[in-house]
């Protein structure tokens, strides 16, 4: 959304620059996105001064020129070459110095240079109008007033002022503030000052009958007002009104459009003018459109409606799509002399809807969709039919026709002051919580104790709950000012019944200090994406075939990530994102909360030092066992994964669920996501996680004083059996002493047995009390022996 500045000064008195603006702007909600310079003449007219042509000769060498001397305030006079016919001694003219950039109506800009034309100095130009884009007149110099200042700015002389443009990233829940009222209120309320409201008093309703109004979807069209002007003359707008219009980017068209363009981004209220004389039968229908109804848009377009599309029809047929696009038959011309013109407040669904199925985005729409104000249409038809009365030379003959037959009330409900500091997490005094609330436009209609009863106004249309009213609080109290309190803790968990949310940003901690970075994808996803259609969550109303879906996994969200980097080159990925996943079961909907890990591309980075490495299976598997080790979850079983994601994995459980899924992503998965490469993923349960979670008290433990002995063991075992089962058996063996169980040889191949594989295998035992003697190792290695032999039919080689 684009706002201007200067614009915005006609509803509020401020002093503030246009940069302390857009920082107060950001802190109050409406984040600036971007602040640039907007000069209504290209160039702004810099650097040209007032000059005074104090002596005019004939070129010695040229009949059409002209050897001037030109006081611009400096100690000497200014020697300039000049052709205009009216160029005379004594007249005030606009001068363009050595040095200064030109920026002519048309054509590209230039420079003035000290030169000789026709053997005499130069040393500057006096300017016409089209030379410094002040018009299109190329047929002489452009003559001031006598009183002009010598010396002084062009830019002073024509009190041409720059303006600035702010482009405010609004989120969808602020249709209050898609407006320059809009984003005034708010910084009214920031400042605690009023803002200023054009008068309409002036508006005087007319006695004829105009055009009759009748609406009979209700219910699409909560209040349709519209009144009838004539005697008016289409033609181009003032300059001003261009001016505001071009600062925000919208193409002036005449004067009865530019007016109802003004309005809309003025208060937010679209408005729609028709000629008169197109609409047939003098009758306006506001109802919903015929299956396959044709109609011909602005765009020229043939489009066929539905039954669900509301239309401003006449007597015969559509003019409008409600609230989304006017008709190319019933628009304003320059041959209109009479409009009828429409202020209306839609159903933002119904918009929505329709402005979808057609495919039709426009700054109308953008503001119903998102629900406008519905007592804005009255106020809003006054002050642009007053407009039209002054810039068009137009008559309100008829009166105001406002169907409005349910009005709509105010939101009422309580809000504890008690609730707001808790939420906000400041001790904001009450009289300070009831100023800001007050100062945003919410009337306080009751008031006991520590509770009060607001009445929030229709047009904020977002803040219906006491949580609503906590955030508009904390948006204008600034959220700079709320002190982070730092928390420490000592270990993930330090309580039985752990808090989700510290577990969580531990959990971020440790992985950012791994390197993770934290990533955050948008919970649609497409169709394709999902492991099970039966059981996804699908969208009434997609805003897209590729969001029509809620995601069932975070994978695909990783995988798109992924590719979105390798595509800029940044093909080296380890991420981590903590979300939602979502299904529909028989119960109804459900939600899960998921933490996934991601990594791809080179573990190491090639370096003049080394040379680059890629990441594997077990660099993910180290960072996931190193979370469980670190939240203290014991007694997980191994599994190997399905076939669904992993071309290969793992699966941890506890007890029969599934805490964590790992593998090496299947190429079919990486082809739907366009992804190059091995890309390796973990999912977690999280909900499970933080079920399952012990009590971690960190514990001082003193180094074992005695030595710790290593053997090895190389056991013949089956293809199916996993180093998984082996560890499980030792350290069911030997519970005290054995410490550690690694795996540092597999072979498969030639001399063993079809069906065979060889696992060589170290164990670490310890006795911390004592020295072990080799009669006690023996006896561990030889029950470890016996256990695999009898368990799992391990021959020891």
């Given at each position: 959304?684009?706002i201007?500045y200067n ?28 602040l640039?310079?907007v ?24 009949d ?6 030109v006081?611009?305030?400096r ?13 005379r ?50 047929a002489?110099?452009v003559?001031?007033?006598a ?5 002084s ?15 405010i ?40 009958t ?15 007002a519209?009144?009838?002007?004539s ?9 001003w009104?261009?001016?505001?219009l071009?600062v ?8 009865i ?9 003025d ?5 729609h ?14 109802r919903?459109?015929?299956e396959?109804e ?12 539905s ?15 409600a609230?989304?696009f006017?008709?190319?038959?019933s628009g ?23 402005s ?9 729409s ?11 249409p ?33 939101f ?8 707001v500091?808790q ?51 904390l ?13 420490i ?23 950012i200090g ?10 649609l996803?497409?169709?394709?994406f999902?492991?099970?259609?039966q ?44 979300g939602?996943t979502?299904?529909k079961?028989?119960?109804g909907y459900?939600?899960?909360?998921n ?9 190491i ?7 680059s ?38 699966n ?25 490469g091995k ?5 977690f ?10 009590k ?7 180094v ?12 013949l075992?089956s ?5 998984e089962e ?7 063996t ?5 410490k ?9 191949g ?7 594989k ?40």
């Amino acid at each position: 959304m684009t706002i201007s500045y200067n614009w915005l000064k006609n509803y509020i008195n401020t002093d503030k620059t246009p940069e302390e603006l857009s920082l107060i702007l950001t802190d109050i909600g409406l984040e600036v996105e971007l602040l640039e310079t907007v000069q209504s003449i290209p160039g702004g007219l810099e650097g040209l001064v007032v000059g005074e042509v104090k002596t005019c000769a004939q070129h010695p060498n040229a009949d059409k020129l002209k050897v001037t001397t030109v006081d611009v305030g400096r100690p000497e006079l200014l020697h300039i070459v000049c052709g205009a016919p009216n160029v005379r001694e004594g007249l005030k003219v606009i001068v363009a110095t050595v040095g200064t950039q030109c920026h002519p109506t048309t054509g590209e800009p230039f420079k003035i240079t000290k030169s000789k034309i026709r053997g005499e100095v130069s040393e500057g130009m006096l300017c016409g109008e089209d030379e410094i884009g002040l018009g299109s007149s190329h047929a002489g110099i452009v003559e001031l007033r006598a009183d002009a200042v010598v010396g002084s700015r062009v830019k002073d002389y024509f009190n041409l002022q720059d303006d600035f443009r702010y482009e405010i990233g609004l989120t969808p829940n602020r249709a209050d503030a898609a407006s320059h009222l809009g984003v005034a209120r708010d910084l009214a309320a920031y400042f605690r000052k009023p803002y200023t409201l054009t008068d309409v008093s002036a508006f005087q309703e007319g006695k004829e009958t105009g055009i009759r109004v009748d609406v009979e979807a209700v219910a699409a069209a909560p209040r349709y007002a519209g009144v009838t002007i004539s005697g008016i003359t289409v033609t181009e707008s003032p300059d001003w009104l261009k001016e505001k219009l071009n600062v925000i980017g919208i193409r002036p068209i005449n004067n009865i459009v530019d007016i109802t363009n003004y309005i809309l981004h003025d208060l937010g209220q679209p408005l729609h003018a028709f000629d008169a004389a197109k609409i047939a039968g003098n009758q306006v229908v506001v109802r919903y459109a015929n299956e396959n109804e044709p109609f011909v848009t602005l765009d020229a377009i043939e489009r066929k409606l539905s039954t669900e599309d509301l239309v401003i029809a006449d007597a015969e047929k559509p003019m409008c799509i409600a609230g989304v696009f006017g008709g190319v038959h019933s628009g304003v011309s320059e041959t209109t002399t009479s409009i009828f013109l429409e202020s209306a407040y839609f159903d933002a669904v119904s918009v929505r809807k329709t402005s979808k199925r057609h495919s039709l985005k426009t700054d109308a729409s953008f503001r119903f969709e998102r629900g406008t104000d519905p007592n804005m249409p009255l106020y809003a038809l006054k002050k642009a039919a007053l407009m039209i009365q002054e810039i068009a030379g137009g008559e309100i003959i008829s009166s105001v026709t406002d169907n409005y037959p349910n009005p709509v009330s105010p939101f009422v409900f309580p809000v504890h002051y008690g609730r707001v500091r808790q939420l906000i997490g400041a001790d904001i005094p009450n009289e300070e919580i009831k100023a800001i609330i007050e100062a945003l436009g919410i009337g306080i209609s009751e008031e006991k104790g520590e509770e009060i009863t607001v009445s929030v106004p229709a047009f904020k249309v977002d803040v219906t709950r006491e949580v609503d009213i906590i955030e508009e609080v904390l948006r204008i109290y600034g959220y700079n000012n709320i002190e982070l309190k730092p928390q420490i803790q000592s270990s993930l968990n330090t309580t039985e019944k752990p808090d989700k949310e510290v577990v969580l940003n531990q959990v971020a901690d440790l992985l950012i200090g791994n390197g993770y970075r934290e990533i955050l994808n948008n919970s649609l996803t497409k169709l394709s994406f999902v492991e099970d259609e039966q059981t996804a969550v699908r969208l009434v109303n997609p805003l897209s075939s590729d969001l029509d879906t809620m995601r069932q996994n975070l994978l695909f969200s990783a995988l798109t990530t992924v590719a979105h980097n390798q595509k800029r080159k940044n093909p080296n990925a380890k991420y981590f994102e903590y979300g939602k996943t979502y299904f529909k079961t028989e119960e109804g909907y459900q939600e899960r909360q998921n933490l996934s890990l991601c990594i791809a591309g080179d573990q190491i980075e090639e370096h003049w030092s080394s040379k680059s490495k890629k990441t594997n299976f077990y660099h993910l598997k180290a960072a996931v066992d190193t979370l469980i080790k670190r939240l203290n979850i014991p007694g997980l079983q191994v599994q190997e994964a399905d076939g669904l994601y992993f071309d290969y994995g793992l699966n941890y459980l506890k007890g029969q669920k599934t805490l964590v899924t790992l593998g090496s992503v299947s190429a079919d998965n990486l082809k739907k996501a366009d992804v190059d490469g091995k890309v390796y993923f973990a999912q977690f349960d999280w909900d499970l996680v933080i079920k399952v979670i012990r009590k971690n008290t960190i514990k001082y433990k003193e180094v074992a004083k005695f030595p710790a002995v290593r053997r090895d063991l190389s056991l013949l075992v089956s293809d199916d059996t996993t180093f998984e089962e082996l560890k499980r058996i030792a350290q069911k063996t030997e519970r005290k002493l054995l410490k550690d169980v690694q795996i540092f040889d597999v072979y498969k191949g030639s001399g063993l047995p079809e069906g065979k594989k060889s696992y060589a295998l170290n164990f670490t035992l310890q006795d911390e009390e004592k020295t072990l003697n080799d009669k006690q190792i023996d006896a561990i290695i030889k029950k470890l022996m016996l256990n695999f032999e009898q368990e799992i039919g391990a021959v020891v080689r």
